[in-house]
């Protein structure tokens, strides 16, 4: 009863005898169960921590049980050091207290040596070890052989019974009087990793891993920090690392229209004019400055040296559920300009000197005329996202400690010139080729290729594409680079991370005022998803590489005023020279997961009544592409539901004398039983009881079938 009276309270007004007098009770509580066990009160010991949060947030910061003023100071130092961050506007909640007990753990006798050996420690063999660059004669030691005050200098091997331990170079190894092994750091050792600016093969392959562990590890952090399913569960965002002027270095697996376009965002950071200081963190969304398309936000913190020169930039992407708009999950077919797509932060400055500034982004995001509809799940998300950026902050830095911010920014460099050369070889294989890509409402993609083998390079020319156009699958043109960066790192037989350098030996020519670079204010949040795709299967049957795949995301969002929720549908993979494609996979730009049924269920008012596999729906050839999925979902609220999907009138193509893959289908069954067709883009108020069920295209085969 006393707990209950915090938990899920505003610290500040809560009372310090309150806290007491649950801690007094749980105390008892732990020392009842103690003595019961035999453990004399005497000999227990008690710790009470307390688990606070920002309200809003599912993030949890330990801290233990003090006087309320000091819990809260507490709160935030620690919140600053793991995330970077404070925000002194919102209320810090009590979510839980805990107290541990334990009681006197039976004493271990140990054997103390008094004598010190007098004799060295001898070695029972001599092998050849590398260490620090080089081969070394090395010593072999026995650990029951060594006694109180041996000291072994490395490199050296001490084998026991179950372990063998390595003595490097500039450590030691020592034996205190209980007969521990103790290995130290010697005084002279140099305190850094010494690597040179000069690329070697071998450095660069551990830097290539090196800079994909931060992304990675920002990716792990944004996933358990986040609050809405759309992060914590479909994976639906992105982290990379940048150099100082914005280039791509390095970045996680994650969806590669995000990655191939979120340079774009931080390069407006830079060059926009912004006075950048230390602990400040900006977020950007807007498709016409940088950005893809609204539910997209993009947060880019600089990397800032010991000299207050910004050394690198990190950044994460992240697509939000709900950013306003027209309709719930701002995704609507219906919207004809950016305005009622959602809100627009346009480089903003979400984090000041380290302080979050929940009054200017709540008063960007409730903005009107369609102002977001879950406010505190988008600032729970945008604070995950700087806790992920913080993390590889915090992981460059370590980087520069280890080996140098000049050799650091080298090794950026070097990855980016390995990235180029790579490009430049395939380049040398490419053949001419251009291919017109036909939609479901007659749009048409149309791309040459023409490469120039003397100087490996290529021209990539979208010339001929249709104008832009008067619904929302126009791409903004970083998601057509994007587009062409996933092409040409899929056939790069090296593995290297995408990064700025594939672009290097490549010319793109994208008409303005086409459906590919659209101008102002066109609206575009089906570019993103649908415009990516069907350009992507253009470049691939241009350069005759790859089948076709369902060309489509099949982007689904239903949602009111009080939850919203999207995702991306999957089909089968796409069929090449030498391999069939695969059944249920997300494919090229996007690289999401299906929300887990139990999830969806949890937290929306639906039923997944069927998600199945399409047996024999894929594109039959030579090599057949992956079958297709079928998606039922049945609501049981009243609420608005819209589709956004592609060639459910044009079936993707079949290469190379391979039949064309299948249509899907999209329709709403009524509770009642009747059944309506939609079209690809469609938006419709749906009731308890009814259905909605997609069926998603499938690729064309690969190759006549003999």
């Not at 980016?416 to 490419?430: G, K, T």
């Not at 999207?566 to 730009?589: L, N, Q, R």
């Not at 069926?695 to 006549?704: A, E, I, L, V, Y």
């Amino acid at each position: 009863t006393e707990q209950q009276k915090l938990i899920g309270k505003d610290l500040s007004i809560l009372d310090d005898a309150d806290i007491d007098r649950a801690i007094q009770m749980l105390v008892a509580e732990n020392t009842s169960h103690l003595t019961d066990q035999g453990i004399s009160a005497c000999d227990i010991t008690h710790s009470a921590k307390a688990h606070l949060r920002y309200q809003g947030t599912n993030t949890l910061i330990e801290v233990a049980v003090a006087s309320i003023d000091q819990m809260m100071t507490d709160f935030h130092n620690k919140h600053l050091q793991k995330f970077g961050f404070v925000t002194t506007e919102k209320q810090i909640w009590m979510d839980t207290i805990a107290v541990e007990s334990a009681g006197a753990a039976q004493r271990l006798e140990e054997v103390v040596e008094t004598q010190s050996a007098t004799d060295p420690a001898v070695a029972v063999a001599e092998v050849r070890m590398f260490a620090d660059g080089r081969w070394h004669k090395t010593p072999v030691y026995k650990f029951e052989d060594l006694k109180f005050g041996h000291q072994i200098a490395g490199p050296a091997i001490i084998v026991g019974d179950n372990d063998t331990i390595v003595v490097e170079t500039n450590w030691s190894a020592s034996i205190n009087k209980w007969s521990h092994l103790i290995l130290e750091k010697c005084d002279s050792a140099v305190s850094r990793t010494e690597v040179t600016t000069t690329c070697d093969p071998v450095k660069l392959e551990i830097f290539n891993h090196l800079f994909m562990s931060i992304a990675q590890q920002m990716g792990v952090v944004l996933q358990n920090t986040s609050q809405s399913v759309n992060v914590k569960e479909r994976l639906d965002f992105s982290c990379a690392i940048f150099d100082d002027v914005g280039n791509l270095i390095a970045n996680a697996p994650h969806v590669p229209v995000h990655l191939g376009s979120m340079d774009s965002a931080v390069k407006v950071v830079i060059n926009g004019g912004n006075i950048i200081n230390r602990g400040d963190v900006f977020v950007q969304n807007n498709p016409y400055n940088g950005g893809s398309h609204l539910p997209d936000i993009t947060v880019v913190t600089p990397v800032f040296g010991t000299d207050d020169s910004i050394e690198f930039f990190v950044a994460s992407r992240a697509h939000h559920e709900d950013v306003g708009g027209i309709a719930p999950g701002s995704m609507s077919p219906l919207a004809r300009t950016i305005a009622e797509e959602g809100v627009t932060l346009d480089c903003e400055k979400m984090i000041e000197g380290g302080t979050f500034s929940s009054e200017r982004i709540t008063k960007l995001l409730n903005a009107p005329p369609y102002p977001v509809r879950n406010l505190q799940q988008n600032i729970a998300d945008l604070m995950a996202q700087a806790a992920a950026n913080e993390t590889g902050v915090k992981e460059l830095r370590k980087l520069v400690a280890n080996y140098s911010r000049e050799t650091v920014k080298a090794y950026m460099g070097h990855i980016q010139d390995a990235a180029e050369a790579s490009v430049r070889r395939l380049i040398a294989d490419v053949q001419a080729g251009s291919f017109e890509y036909r939609l479901d409402e007659g749009e048409v993609i149309r791309v040459t290729i023409e490469p120039n083998h003397q100087h490996r390079s290529v021209t990539i020319d979208f010339t001929g594409t249709s104008a832009q156009l008067a619904n929302n699958r126009n791409a903004p043109a970083a998601i057509t680079r994007a587009a062409v960066l996933y092409v040409l790192r899929c056939l790069v037989a090296d593995d290297i991370p995408l990064n700025a350098g594939c672009m290097k030996p490549v010319t793109l020519i994208v008409p303005a005022g086409s459906m590919l670079n659209p101008n102002y204010p066109a609206a575009v949040v089906a570019g993103n998803v649908e415009t990516s795709q069907a350009v992507t299967n253009a470049l691939f049957a241009a350069l005759g590489a790859l089948g076709s795949s369902q060309g489509t995301m099949n982007n689904l969002t239903f949602g009111n005023d009080r939850y919203q929720y999207y995702e991306t549908i999957c089909s089968g993979s796409p069929a090449g020279p030498g391999f069939d494609g695969v059944a249920a996979v997300h494919t090229h730009m996007t690289n999401t997961r299906m929300t887990d049924p139990e999830v969806l269920e949890q937290r929306y008012p639906v039923v997944v009544d069927e998600f199945s596999i399409r047996r024999g729906s894929g594109g039959r050839g030579k090599w057949s592409a992956g079958d297709g999925i079928s998606r039922h979902i049945r609501f049981l609220e009243k609420m608005e539901c819209a589709i956004l999907s592609g060639h459910r009138v044009v079936a993707p193509f079949g290469m190379l004398g391979g039949e064309a893959g299948e249509i899907g289908v999209n329709m709403i069954v009524r509770s009642d039983g009747q059944k309506e067709n939609l079209s690809g883009s469609a938006q419709r108020t749906v009731h308890s009881g009814d259905a909605i069920i997609v069926k998603s295209p499938t690729g064309g085969g690969f190759g006549r079938d003999s």
